[in-house]
């Protein structure tokens, strides 16, 4: 029930010339980000989501040098584009999910050498995944639900091997179970809910062993019969979502 009323944002911020960490998440700041934020060139960690944020989102607060965390999420009116991005920058932590940033992913996103976690959920994004985004081998989270991407490029992802958690829910995802999954085994949560994905629930998932948490909810999936498996995997999931399938028997992995 916070609110940031008088000084506002940019007052606030007009002497904190050294700060290194701002978290405000939840409080009702309810206006545009003022772009003296980029004049923080201390600032390593930058919070907020739930702010009530508007209007269009400062392109140079990206090249502040030391930013590592980047989260302005669940901010529906905030605008904005990705820059191009520098070999130097430190960004570990991106999430924009839940705002109304859009446009293509920059091919320079790739020179984000640090980058951990990767939350475009809800956003307005199109066109094709850049080339660049499969060399990320040190990404931990990616979620790219809810855009509209080109789903051709998804393949890419295969090469993202140290990912533990992938969404890629609501994509308008069409046909089988992408094979490139099974690349990903340290997978602990994954989410391919709410798309087109038909065909058998396949050894491409069950080969997953690390998976603890599986979502394959609203999608027109069907159980594997028993030669889709050479060899049954044991399997970790604590929770299994697969309402909306139309499955008429329960898969033979469980």
Request: aromatic content about 8%; overall charge negative; proline content about 6%.
């Amino acid at each position: 029930g916070l609110k940031l009323e008088k000084p506002g944002l940019r007052s606030l911020l007009q002497h904190l010339t050294s700060l290194k960490v701002l978290r405000l998440s939840d409080v009702s700041i309810s206006s545009e980000v003022p772009d003296t934020l980029a004049n923080l060139t201390s600032l390593t960690t930058l919070v907020l989501e739930y702010c009530g944020l508007h209007g269009e989102f400062p392109i140079s607060i990206f090249y502040l040098p030391n930013l590592q965390v980047l989260d302005v999420s669940s901010n529906g009116y905030l605008t904005g584009h990705l820059p191009e991005f520098h070999p130097s920058s430190p960004l570990q932590d991106l999430m924009l999910s839940g705002t109304s940033f859009s446009g293509k992913l920059p091919d320079s996103i790739g020179n984000l050498n640090f980058l951990n976690q990767l939350d475009f959920s809800s956003c307005y994004f199109s066109g094709s995944l850049p080339a660049s985004l499969g060399n990320f081998t040190q990404l931990n989270y990616v979620s790219l639900s809810s855009n509209k991407f080109n789903v051709g490029t998804l393949q890419l992802l295969g090469k993202l091997t140290e990912l533990s958690d992938l969404d890629l829910s609501d994509l308008n995802l069409y046909g089988s179970i992408p094979s490139v999954l099974s690349n990903l085994t340290q997978l602990t949560h994954l989410d391919l809910s709410h798309n087109h994905l038909s065909g058998e629930i396949t050894s491409h998932i069950t080969n997953l062993t690390h998976l603890i948490w599986l979502d394959l909810s609203s999608n027109q999936l069907r159980s594997p019969t028993p030669r889709s498996f050479s060899e049954p995997k044991n399997l970790e999931l604590k929770m299994l979502r697969l309402n909306s399938c139309n499955l008429r028997e329960v898969p033979n992995f469980l």
